[in-house]
Structures are given as structure tokens and as C-alpha cells.
């Protein structure tokens, strides 16, 4: 049973930085995509970036270029987000999701993934 479990999420004025924390369990994650999207009152889950896990290569939604930086930690099967120069819009519950078959494309659509976190929220204050 593939467990995501989220942490670091919180509240942090504009211009802050917050590390998010994605710890995986339940499976050999070597071969999953391992992706972070976010969700904000009323509006629709969004993609925000992707790490392959084996390969570590990684992509990001054009929102949060230059200012968010994903990473995985192989030995304690952690992926982390660092959210740096946070802006009120970026207010919104963060998740986790692993995909264990990605194929390459479709990676920004939330039905590509197999499993997720329960989401950790974060708040930025202008």
C-alpha cells in the first residue's frame, strides 16, 4: 500500500519561503513520476512541478519558475518542494502524488497520478 504523506505546509507573509515535505512508503518509488499540484478555494487542482525520480529530471508550471525548486532525498524516499519569494496567489492546499506507469506525457493532469497525500495547506499573507 503506496502511503504520501505531506508536511511543512503553514502561514508565511509574501516574500517568505516554506519547504514542503512528501514522504513516500509502501513501495520501490525508482521508477515513479512523483509530482506536487495545489488546489485553492474554488478553483480547479493545478500541476506545479515534477521530479522523475529515478532520472531526477524535473519541469514546472511557468507560475512558479525560478521561485519553487524540487527535489528527492533516495535515501529516506522524501521529495520536497522549496516554495522561496511566496506571493498571496500561491495560497493554496498542497499534494503529493506519485505515477507509477508515466509514459511522458499528460503530466500536468491530476488523472495521471495513482496515489496522493492528504495535502498540507499553506497561507500567504500580503
Known amino acids: 500500500q503506496v502511503q504520501l504523506v505531506e508536511s511543512g505546509g503553514g502561514l508565511v507573509q509574501a516574500g517568505g519561503s516554506l519547504r514542503l515535505s512528501c514522504a513516500a512508503s509502501?513501495?520501490?518509488?525508482?521508477?515513479?513520476?512523483m509530482g506536487w499540484f495545489r488546489q485553492a478555494p474554488g478553483k480547479e487542482r493545478e500541476f506545479v512541478a515534477y521530479i522523475w525520480w529515478s532520472g531526477g529530471s524535473t519541469y514546472y508550471a511557468d507560475s512558479v519558475k525560478g521561485r519553487f525548486t524540487i527535489s528527492r532525498d533516495n535515501a529516506k524516499n522524501t521529495v520536497y518542494l522549496q516554495m522561496n519569494s511566496l506571493k498571496p496567489e500561491d495560497t493554496a492546499v498542497y499534494y503529493c502524488?506519485?505515477?507509477?506507469?508515466?509514459?511522458?506525457?499528460?503530466?500536468?493532469?491530476?488523472?495521471?497520478?495513482?496515489?496522493w497525500g492528504q495535502g498540507t495547506p499553506v497561507t500567504v499573507s500580503s
Open positions: 502524488a506519485a505515477d507509477r506507469n508515466w509514459s511522458g506525457g499528460n503530466y500536468y493532469e491530476p488523472n495521471e497520478y495513482n496515489y
Open positions: 509502501g513501495r520501490t518509488f525508482s521508477s515513479y513520476l
